[in-house]
């Protein structure tokens, strides 16, 4: 049976988006297949003890933006640290990669537009008709998956993905989940690559 990483995320995450293209490369170039799993990250907060920006202290609000300029460079990426249309309600945005999967298609083409979408080019993905118009670039039905996003059915398996973050000891995006072991945010990715180049076995909090 092929390994698989579970990945935690959601739109609204400037720290998944800039790890996003390395963490596709790396899992492409071990044949590792993904689980997609967005997730509601003020929900997730309130349950495992985090804080939403506003809250934080304001060292830490400091420290977040030096933080987002040094991965900026380290990544080469290019994108604003405060966008206009940030923070926003990902539920629909989210909702899509989940509405996408349950059709059979592939949300990989949207993510690559929705991420700079919203960090480089500062669109409004609370808006449908601009998550519409990034799915149907990406070659798939926006205006479908939209509609799908909205559904009960997709907010349970939303809540879902929350209550498996939980269980698994996730508490903020990204997380990637391999074999049961916790790599908690893009900083991390380099060891995940190191431990499915290596082929160890999960690290455990046993000592």
Not at 93 to 120: C, K, S, T
Not at 133 to 148: F, I, N, R, S, Y
Not at 179 to 189: A, H, S, T, V, Y
Request: with cysteine; charged share 20%.
């Amino acid at each position: 049976m092929s390994r698989q990483i579970d990945y935690y995320f959601s739109l609204q995450s400037p720290w998944a988006y800039i790890g996003h293209r390395l963490f596709h490369d790396i899992a492409a170039s071990h044949g590792i297949s993904v689980n997609l799993k967005p997730v509601m990250l003020l929900d997730l907060f309130a349950e495992t003890g985090g804080l939403p920006l506003a809250k934080r202290h304001p060292a830490r609000q400091r420290y977040r933006i030096v933080e987002l300029k040094r991965w900026r460079d380290k990544r080469g990426l290019d994108f604003h640290l405060q966008p206009q249309n940030w923070p926003f309600n990902a539920r629909l945005a989210d909702g899509v990669v989940i509405a996408a999967l349950q059709a059979g298609l592939d949300p990989e083409p949207y993510l690559q537009r929705a991420f700079p979408a919203i960090w480089e080019q500062q669109q409004n993905l609370a808006d449908a008709a601009v998550i519409a118009g990034l799915a149907d670039a990406a070659g798939l039905p926006g205006g479908d998956l939209v509609a799908q996003a909205a559904t009960d059915v997709v907010g349970a398996v939303y809540e879902q993905n929350r209550q498996d973050a939980i269980a698994a000891d996730v508490f903020g995006s990204p997380a990637y989940v391999l074999d049961g072991e916790i790599f908690w945010g893009q900083d991390r990715l380099e060891l995940l690559a190191d431990a499915l180049k290596s082929g160890r076995s999960a690290y455990t909090c046993e000592t």
